[in-house]
């Protein structure tokens, strides 16, 4: 049977480019107090510091093991499912939901077996384009049009709240069949994005269009496939062959006419 601590060990909380050492203990405080315990952070600007510790107010156990991590990626491996809370409408394109909405969507993930990521940006930036760019949704918390901003730990607690409730609602969901080939975690998924670029440009596929708007609807669409390692070491084999050929094509290799 699935218990609750069993969905919430499955899933963490990422703060990314965070400024002020503050927010990370506030951060730890919010998380705690709802019952998780797993932080990973991105390239913060002073950890450890004792001011996180001192406004974490206890919660010294979310810090002391909380992971560090040069980039976004990093943080996000082993996670199959990553939601970026963002304030602002961006230029990406990805489905928009509500905190509650995420925490349904995190917590059937979790029952799957599968590791959820939530990440938070930058307090005065948030999220850039290309950080949530390797997000699956946007999570909007609704606050108002002309005050819309949210302090970083705030956020932070809201999307714990809502995570908590759904834990202690009457539709817990159960443990549902874990895919014989689970999805490939962020890191996997990554290299296949770097893969898919470079053979993009080898065969000279953009003629001018902007390789940013196809990379960013190209993700969406593997987003949503969601292939697992086997699918994607076929499709690096397709890519690998169709270099090969561009090679081929332009007599970069030796025998090519």
């Known amino acids: ?14 703060l990314v480019r965070t400024s002020h050492p503050g927010n990370i203990g506030s951060a730890a405080r919010a998380i705690r107090t709802m019952g998780f315990g797993r932080m990973e952070l991105v390239a913060p600007h002073r950890f450890p510091d004792v001011e996180a510790n001192a406004l974490a107010a206890g919660a010294d156990d979310v810090l002391a093991s909380a992971g560090i991590h040069p980039d976004l990626v990093g943080s996000l491996a082993g996670s199959s499912l990553a939601l970026g809370l963002s304030a602002r409408r961006r230029g990406v394109n990805l489905p928009e939901i509500s905190p509650r909405e995420a925490a349904q ?60 409730m759904a834990l202690l609602g009457d539709d817990l969901p159960a443990a549902a069949p874990v895919r014989e080939e689970p999805p490939a975690d962020a890191a996997l998924m990554e290299q296949f994005y770097r893969h898919l670029a470079q053979t993009l440009d080898d065969i000279e596929f ?32 397709i890519l690998a062959d169709a270099q090969r050929m561009a090679g081929i094509a332009n007599g970069r290799i030796a025998g090519g006419k």
């Not at 218990?3 to 899933?11: E, K, M, N, R």
């Not at 969406?220 to 390692?229: G, M, N, S, T, W």
Request: aromatic content about 4%; proline content about 3%; charged content about 25%.
């Open 105 to 164: 969507q995190a917590l059937a993930a979790a029952a799957r077996g599968e590791q959820v990521a939530l990440v938070f940006g930058n307090e005065r930036t948030g999220l850039e384009n290309d950080e949530l760019a390797r997000c699956h949704a946007m999570v909007r918390i609704p606050s108002v049009d002309d005050f819309s901003s949210l302090n970083l730990s705030q956020a932070v607690q809201v999307m714990a709240y809502e995570l908590r």
């Open 1 to 14: 049977m699935t218990t609750a601590a069993d969905l919430a060990s499955q899933l963490r909380f990422v």
């Open 206 to 237: 953009h003629k001018g269009r902007e390789p940013t708007t196809i990379m960013l609807r190209l993700r969406k669409l593997f987003q949503r496939a969601q292939p697992d390692e086997r699918e994607l070491r076929v499709l690096h084999g």
